[in-house]
């Protein structure tokens, strides 16, 4: 069976065959124009107010010690340590939540938390510090 599928504004026909897929033709996909509307006019009741979105986490300026690091973008479920705790090796700092599973940032040596970057509720990018351990 064959499929066209888009990513990111390019078709891929892609051939289907028990077990196996294989991609056939990658064309770009066509790209309608946008056609400019005029603003709107501010409506005269305001709009009932959305559900607070979550915030990001806060950037270290001065990180001491070893970071530890969001592998994945999420959101943070739980800290699991305090500040000036001892942890051992592959005890679980962090709960992180990310495409709807649960991954927990585990401890990558013994050490004690030096510093808690990332709160419970926060949303995080790959890269950002969680907690540092010295």
Not at 20 to 48: F, T, Y
Not at 54 to 71: L, R, T, Y
Request: hydrophobic letters at 45%; a negative charge; glycine letters at 8%.
């Amino acid at each position: 069976m064959k499929y066209i599928v888009t990513v990111n504004g390019k078709n891929y026909e892609v051939e289907v065959e028990r077990g196996q897929a294989s991609i056939v033709k990658v064309a770009q996909a066509p790209v309608a124009p946008v056609a400019e509307q005029p603003a709107a006019p501010a409506p005269a009741d305001p709009a009932p107010a959305a559900a607070p979105a979550a915030q990001p986490a806060p950037q270290a300026a001065n990180v001491s010690g070893e970071p530890i690091k969001a592998p994945m973008p999420g959101t943070v479920l739980g800290v699991k340590v305090s500040q000036g705790a001892f942890v051992k090796r592959g005890d679980v700092l962090v709960i992180l939540e990310a495409m709807k599973m649960e991954n927990e940032i585990f401890a990558p040596r013994d050490g004690t938390v030096a510093q808690i970057v990332a709160t419970q509720g926060a949303s995080v990018n790959t890269g950002d510090v969680l907690l540092t351990l010295n």
